[in-house]
């Protein structure tokens, strides 16, 4: 049966839109992959598109990754079928995308030759004026995130005040010795040597997090447990590092708000997650005070 992983490239974080689809363009056209460019305006057909080609070839077996729009999560800003070395995606703002390799690698699709003018004359006051509102809309939202980044900001600091980091390192080295000392499987196969995404979003709709189809099948995951401050991120980052000096590839997930923050990471040559994230705790895990 066909595996299907979701997630997001972009974040409305308390930095203003956060984006990662560099990491797809670059991947598939430094690999020599197929990468197919979207371009069109706003509900012109390309999430549509991709969900359908998504769908498709799910049901043919292939595993797809699907990475969501955090202004709209039922949306699509692109897919991946790695079997097929195939991607699409939506060059479009506020992720333009333009090809590397015109023609070779990457192919633009224009949708905006189907655009019906004469229909979109007779709502032009409306369009407009739901445009300036939108714009109105992400200016509030973003305040409020980075509002939400000072205080952040402040509990991190009083709580690392109480922290004994030398423990903590303790901790981090009894971790390094069990993680890696596992066999590394696939050295050579993994598409991306170092991917950096979204598990979860702020949206219209609230936060939609999807991190429980990035676990399935993950054989191993540990928690980490604690207050703001106390040094998740700091701890996972460590992990990543050392995966880096072993030429391992991983997946970096970044916190939703503060994209600075590493919340979750997935080594793929061990089949091993440490996260902060919670909705990890209802997988099994070793878990990590």
Not at 104 to 133: C, G, M, P, W
Not at 165 to 192: A, G, R
Request: charge should be negative; charged fraction near 25%.
């Amino acid at each position: 049966m066909a595996k299907i992983k979701r997630m997001f490239f972009g974040g409305n974080t308390a930095n203003g839109f956060y984006s990662f689809h560099d990491n797809i363009m670059n991947v598939m056209s430094l690999k020599g992959k197929k990468f197919f460019i979207l371009k069109g305006m706003p509900g012109g057909g390309k999430s549509s598109l991709m969900k359908k080609i998504g769908e498709y070839v799910t049901g043919k077996g292939y595993d797809v990754i699907f990475y969501h729009c955090p202004s709209d999560p039922e949306s699509l800003d692109s897919i991946l079928i790695n079997e097929l070395g195939i991607a699409i995606a939506d060059g479009t703002a506020p992720h333009v995308m333009d090809p590397i390799y015109p023609g070779l690698r990457e192919k633009i699709v224009d949708l905006s030759q189907f655009i019906d003018s004469q229909k979109l004359k007779e709502s032009e006051d409306i369009i407009i004026s739901a445009k300036e509102e939108n714009k109105r809309a992400y200016y509030r939202a973003f305040s409020y995130l980075r509002a939400a980044k000072n205080i952040y900001e402040l509990i991190a600091k009083s709580n690392s005040l109480g922290m004994d980091f030398n423990k903590l390192n303790i901790v981090y080295l009894d971790m390094k010795e069990d993680i890696f000392s596992q066999k590394p499987q696939n050295m050579d196969q993994e598409l991306f040597k170092e991917m950096h995404a979204f598990s979860a979003a702020n949206t219209p709709e609230g936060v939609v997090d999807y991190t429980d189809t990035l676990l399935d099948g993950v054989e191993r995951i540990y928690f980490i447990d604690g207050e703001i401050g106390t040094g998740k991120s700091t701890l996972i980052k460590k992990i990543a590092d050392e995966c880096k000096i072993r030429g391992y590839s991983i997946e970096v997930y970044h916190n939703s708000t503060f994209p600075e923050k590493i919340e979750t990471l997935i080594i793929k040559n061990l089949n091993t997650c440490i996260t902060s994230n919670n909705n990890a705790t209802r997988f099994p895990h070793s878990h990590v005070d």
